[in-house]
């Protein structure tokens, strides 16, 4: 049985640690419950450092007493290669998908230019899954909201340094891909106050610096108010 993991996911708990001797090599096992099974991952030595550095190899750390994956990747359990020791639970690396926009993609990214017109974006995520490309995106004037186009104002709807959720429109030209922000789920999802702090969205429009409570004018995506 295994199931897809992401880092950072607990899998197993490390508090439970026996030594024991077998053929002349002491080993160290951890007891991880799962699907009414008792998985155990198996790690040579003697010392917790020990056991760290061979769970690393298996794509697996220790934190605070437990086991996390330190990949995207899937956990199998397989039989041990000697005959009486336990199952041995190990991460699979899951091959990197190459996240490529297209019409109609959700993209995460961060507002790099600001001009009149338009505003530049560096596509970072495309829907849940990282870039391994550079990709840039426009935002422009008339498709930042669904109303009252007319009186948008580029750098009152986003700042250099903004992360910000949009929709792929059209495929643009050999540079850049064509942006929405006109949905209430898409516009900035984090920005920084001019005095450093992360601000908090107050409307649709609007965001406040929690230190100094100076608003700040953005294009938020759906606030939760």
């Known amino acids: 049985m295994n199931q897809v993991v992401t880092p950072g996911q607990r899998l197993a708990n490390a508090g439970d640690y026996q030594e024991e001797e077998k053929e002349g090599l002491q080993w160290t096992s951890i007891a991880l419950v799962g699907a009414r099974q008792l998985w155990r991952t ?27 994956a330190s990949v995207v990747g899937r956990t199998q359990v397989t039989q041990p290669s000697v005959s009486g020791q336990p199952l041995v639970l190990t991460v699979t690396r899951q091959k990197e998908a190459n996240a490529i926009p297209d019409v109609g993609s959700i993209v995460t990214g961060k507002i790099i230019r600001v001009k009149p017109q338009f505003a530049t974006m560096s596509i970072m995520v495309v829907g849940a899954v990282p870039c391994r490309e550079n990709f ?51 516009g900035v999802i984090f920005a ?31 606030p939760n108010v």
């Open 42 to 68: 198996v790690a040579l030595g003697i010392t917790l450092s020990a056991a760290s550095t061979r769970l690393t190899k298996l794509l697996m750390f220790f934190r605070d007493d437990f086991i996390y």
């Open 136 to 186: 840039q995106g426009v935002i422009r004037i008339q498709d930042v909201r669904a109303t009252e186009r007319d009186k948008v104002q580029i750098y009152k709807s986003f700042r250099p340094g903004d992360v910000v959720r949009a929709e792929v429109v059209s495929l643009g030209d050999a540079r850049s891909y064509y942006l929405s922000t006109a949905d209430n789920e898409l």
């Open 192 to 222: 920084q106050s001019m005095a450093g702090f992360t601000m908090i969205p107050i409307s649709w429009e609007q965001m406040i610096c929690p230190k100094t409570k100076v608003m700040e004018y953005r294009k938020c995506a759906k």
